[in-house]
């Protein structure tokens, strides 16, 4: 069935170090592959996204690759900072569908 | 731009009560969705409404879950009656079209006690 594997589920870095954060989809037909990021109380937030036809993608500090033959997709976080803290998702979906997959969870925590 | 508003922000129920969910999702937004999201883990949804229509709730549990999108634009999610593993966050979330550029609530915190 459809699955999204995610790891680290936690990642602890120095502030200015970067973080990677990976993801595994199973559903061959998922074409749409956003990072969402949910602070304490709050809702989560789209950060970045792909489509299945991008290889890459970069908005300042973040950017995102996929590599549709593997099935992965991973979040890069260059120059962290303090507020970059918080729980990061991946998520999966098959536009027709419209149901995202998420992952589990990363909890990252970027230490001054 | 007025986000995807959901309320209550929390409830604290008696087990066997019943609750009530509300949402409002982004003006102009015919996707709808309602996903639960335990602790320490990834949202799932539940029910995904387009305009008036529920097209997907394979996942609801139908024996106590019920929602509804009245002239397609608030939704309700209630549980009658609720029992201890309905304690969740239960989060709204709105799209122009099925499948990508979803704007989520800042959810309902429900603890049945």
């Known amino acids: 069935g459809e699955n999204v594997e995610q790891h680290p589920s936690t990642l602890s870095v120095q502030e200015g170090d970067s973080a990677v954060i990976k993801c595994t989809y199973s559903?061959?037909?998922?074409?749409?592959f956003p990072w969402y990021k949910q602070e304490l109380g709050k809702g989560p937030q789209l950060i970045i996204d792909i489509r299945s036809n991008v290889g890459e993608k970069k908005d300042q500090r973040i950017a995102v690759t996929l590599n549709k033959t593997a099935k992965h997709f991973s979040l890069h976080i260059t120059e962290t900072q303090p507020e970059d803290s918080a729980v990061y998702f991946c998520?999966?979906?098959?536009?027709?569908?419209?149901?995202?997959?998420f992952g589990q969870g990363t909890e990252l925590s970027v230490k001054p | 731009e007025a986000g995807v508003v959901q309320s209550p922000r929390y409830k604290i129920i008696e087990k066997k009560q019943p609750v009530a969910f509300w949402c409002n999702p982004i003006?102009?937004?015919?996707?709808l969705y309602w996903y639960r999201q335990n602790l320490g883990q990834g949202p799932e949804l539940l029910i995904r409404y387009e305009n008036e229509e529920a097209v997907d709730d394979s996942q609801l549990p139908k024996d106590r879950f019920s929602a509804e999108r009245l002239k397609g634009v608030d939704s309700t999610l209630k549980i009658q009656p609720a029992e201890l593993g309905d304690s969740a966050v239960y989060l709204c979330?709105?799209?122009?079209?099925?499948?990508?550029?979803?704007?989520f609530g800042s959810g309902t915190r429900l603890t049945v006690v």
């Open positions: 979330a709105s799209s122009p079209t099925s499948g990508t550029g979803y704007t």
């Open positions: 998520a999966a979906c098959y536009n027709q569908g419209g149901k995202l997959i």
């Open positions: 559903d061959s037909a998922s074409n749409y």
């Open positions: 003006s102009g937004h015919n996707t």
